[in-house]
């Protein structure tokens, strides 16, 4: 799958904008695109150790019937995702996209991720439904080595773009692919640290000079990272932001961590996290 934008689909209310976002960075990049569904493996399945609980013969007549409820269960649920998989090819072919391939894998979130090797993009929905990918935001972005965008319930054409910089190594190299990147070309640039220092900003400025990237480069005081990107977002009506899923350590705590929640739920912009 290396080169390809993978789009998570689980029906849930993002669904729509996850297949229209992909479908906009596999434009950009000139990439394939492919459509994901996954069967998630179950924690609690209906069958279960009933040892010592019933009489020996309702046991195994109970169990039968668990047996046969459990593999119904599982082929009305592989169903629904195909289902799932053709209303979306459906509506990306009936815009115009090329027909997306359709992929439907069962396991667990680790194995599916290797089993699907090193994508150019992933894509997924801030609200998922039960039991998807998208239910485990930071799970992916900890296993995902390339970036992962997060889409929102609506998709609206990107024109402008906000890097958050924190100052460290790993923030300048991200900046560095970022400005050879064709996802990003035509936007306007936004480049913002909170409580950096100001020379650590104007050299992430001069890099992106470099590339012939013009940006408006802004430093923020902020009492929290979270607090002060969503607020600069909104005023400058930001349609991307772009972020380090890794930083230095308080960053580290920021990112990947209970803050993590709160960004998604604060910020209303998709977000492309880089590793």
């Known amino acids: 799958m290396n080169n390809t934008v993978i789009a998570c689909v689980d029906g849930s209310s ?67 995702g195909k289902a799932i998989l053709k209303n979306c090819a459906d ?3 009936e815009a115009g996209q090329p027909a997306p391939q359709q992929l439907q894998r069962h396991g667990t979130l680790d194995e599916i991720l ?20 998208g239910s485990h935001l930071e799970n992916v972005i900890r296993l995902q080595k390339n970036p992962v965008l997060i889409a929102p319930e609506t998709f609206s054409v990107p024109s402008s773009v906000m890097f958050a910089f924190d ?3 790993a ?25 950096g220092k100001l020379e650590s900003l104007q050299v992430a400025q001069a890099l992106l000079q470099r590339a012939g990237i013009t940006s408006q480069a802004s430093l923020l005081k902020g009492d929290t990272v979270t607090h002060a990107l969503c607020r600069y977002a ?22 990947i961590g209970s ?10 912009q998709p977000l492309l996290m880089l590793r």
């Open 171 to 195: 923030s300048l190299e991200n900046l560095r692919r970022l400005s050879l990147s064709p996802l990003l070309l035509n936007l306007t640039c936004h480049l913002v640290m909170v409580n």
């Open 14 to 80: 993002s669904t729509r904008a996850v297949c229209e976002y992909a479908a906009w960075a596999a434009g950009a990049l000139g990439a394939p695109l492919s459509l994901l569904h996954v069967l998630e493996k179950n924690d609690q399945p209906v069958i279960s150790d009933l040892t010592g609980a019933i009489g020996i013969d309702s046991r195994e007549h109970f169990t039968e019937e668990l047996v046969r409820l459990e593999g119904e269960r599982s082929r009305l649920l592989m169903a629904q």
């Open 167 to 169: 100052g460290s190594e």
């Open 234 to 255: 909104g005023e400058h009506r930001i349609d991307l932001m772009v972020m380090g899923a890794y930083g230095h350590p308080r960053l580290r705590r920021f990112f």
């Open 91 to 93: 509506m990306l072919t």
């Open 114 to 133: 290797a089993e699907l090797g090193e994508a150019r993009l992933m894509v997924l929905g801030r609200r998922g439904a039960t039991n998807p990918v």
């Open 259 to 268: 803050n993590t929640t709160e960004m998604l739920s604060d910020s209303r």
